[in-house]
């Protein structure tokens, strides 16, 4: 399933443990895709595993790159993000520009799909990793979304408050702005009810955390992104 029309999608962490069972529970839930990716800890080992059990179901996997050295063949999709509220170049374009003259003549573009961050919660292990050192306005998410729609033409801008449920107002704003660039939002969902009110706003949804913390909460909002109809 192409990733432009996931809906619902759960990020797992290579630097956290699970369990076979949570493995196939997660894949066989519906869900429309799996993103692998973290901000601290994952190595090319830990990849590798997540992707070995993961690849025995049929559900679509992203790679979401951290770091050049964990990144293996075998995934359907590599996103790559680019911190756009980032104070450190190295996240917005420097490890992108060392990977691509690196390996740049034998990477395969069509795999590849960029994601326009937008980091709103300064507590989180990415804003501290990436140097986010302010959490930006409605006014400025609404910069940034027209930054990846309009001067980057970026195919995902994702409005990140990983682990604290975000303000609905401003996801609203971003949306509101962006016509091809489709909205991910992910950032402490832990109910239904937050699922299908981000449902409503954002194009895909994305539910971490949770997972680890009660799968039984994780898997429901499955089917709870799901019975919202698409945002126009
Ligand atoms: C993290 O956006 C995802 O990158 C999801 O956030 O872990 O808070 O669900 P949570």
């Known amino acids: 399933m192409d990733y432009k029309t996931w809906r619902h ?6 630097a956290k443990n699970i369990s076979d069972k949570q493995v196939e529970a997660i894949a066989e839930s519906g869900t429309d895709g799996v993103i692998i990716g973290g901000s601290d800890g994952v190595t090319l080992e830990n990849v590798l595993d997540l992707l070995a059990r993961f690849r025995r179901f049929s559900v679509p ?3 979401e790159v951290s770091t050049v050295e964990s990144v293996t063949p075998g995934f359907d999709y590599y996103f790559i993000p680019t911190v756009l ?5 190295k996240w917005l374009n420097g490890l992108h520009h060392e990977a691509l003259r ?3 003549h034998m990477m395969n573009f069509d795999e590849l799909v960029t994601e326009g961050y937008c980091i709103l919660n300064l507590d989180c292990t990415a804003a ?3 140097g986010v050192d302010r959490v930006p306005d409605e006014e400025d998410v609404q910069a940034y979304a027209r930054m990846a729609e309009h001067l980057f033409t970026l195919p995902i801008f994702y409005l990140e408050y990983s682990g604290q ?18 909205l991910f939002y992910g950032g402490g969902i832990r109910s239904t009810e937050q699922a299908k009110e981000m449902a ?7 539910v971490g955390n949770v997972v680890y913390d009660d799968l039984q909460v994780a898997l429901k909002t499955v ?5 919202v109809p698409l945002p126009m």
Do not use: C, H, M, W
């Not at 999608?9 to 290579?14: C, G, R, S, V």
């Not at 509220?85 to 170049?89: E, Y």
């Not at 409503?200 to 994305?206: K, L, M, R, Y």
């Open 9 to 14: 999608a759960f990020k797992i962490d290579p």
């Open 61 to 63: 996997l992203a790679l």
């Open 85 to 89: 509220n980032t104070t450190d170049s």
């Open 102 to 104: 690196e390996y740049g």
């Open 128 to 130: 501290k990793v990436t």
């Open 165 to 182: 449920y975000g303000d609905p107002q401003i996801v609203r704003s971003a949306k509101e702005l962006l016509t091809n660039t489709r």
């Open 200 to 206: 409503a706003i954002a194009d895909t949804v994305v």
């Open 223 to 227: 089917d709870a992104v799901k019975s």
